[in-house]
């Protein structure tokens, strides 16, 4: 079977597939006609679900929306609006720089950018995003690849993943595949639908550890390269590229997830908290003179992004 045939297969069994299992994404149900607005939900949506799985993206999305109902809304929004909207989230970043996409489209374009350069040029938005939201928002074409897409592409194109977890394939190769299996796709349907339908499929099916081989109808017609081949990842933590953090007790724990807890900690607090409240709050084995100067490290990388700052002798949210 050669390439043409194994995409013309490919995209046609994804697109049966999707016709009985279509799921509903956060913004499916929020979305209105205008583009910018349309724009603007797809790009919360997707900033949201970077890191974040898609049940508690749905909650915390509507709630976002409600607090800031337009793109001019969130632009405007202070450090700390944003930050307490952001709750549950994690990996609060996020959500500076996605108030901070919305103050660029807002001084810089009398409607929301549609090419990949302008949408790309945004604070904390990669090729991923910006496709996803040229595809959902405005109907244009544009090949992308994220954790489902590279997933399933790499499987049906070139094989399984290596036994560490990583592909044959880099992303840059992998993108001519998704562009021509793109092509191919719109003879049966349009962009936004067939890329939520490998993100589905990808979730549903062709999953990361456990994919359904026997209900995989890409399996059944014989293009699936990688169909009972996966390897068992060895769960030899990748946590240990030596992400930094520290022991507590027999686990080890990174900074970001400490990062995730001192943001917890303030958003309650309006009078803020010192140091060594923080510490005992967040730390089950606080030690004030061993933990200090390492919780400091982080309190420091905090101020610097603008999640929090200093109020006399106590640490509050940024405004």
Known sequence: MNRQERTQIFTEQIWQWYSRHKRELPWRDLLIEEDTQRAYQIMVSEIMLQQTQVERVKIVYKNFLSSFPSIQDLACASNKDVILAWRGMGYNNRVIRLRDSAKSVVKNYNSFPL???????????GHYTASAIRNFAFNLPTPCIDTNIRRILHRVFIGPENADGTWKMSDKELLQVADAALQEALKGGDTKN???ALMDYGSLVCTKRSPKWDICPLTQAGVMKA???VPTISPQRRICKKEPGRMVGAKYIPNRIFRGKVIEELRDEDAGLSVNQI???ICIDWDKSEHTTWLEGIIEALKKDNLIKASGKRLVLAE
């Open 227 to 229: 169909a009972y081949k």
């Open 115 to 125: 090419e990949m350069a302008e949408i790309q040029a945004l604070p904390g938005i």
């Open 279 to 281: 510490g005992k709050n």
């Open 194 to 196: 067939w890329h939520a």
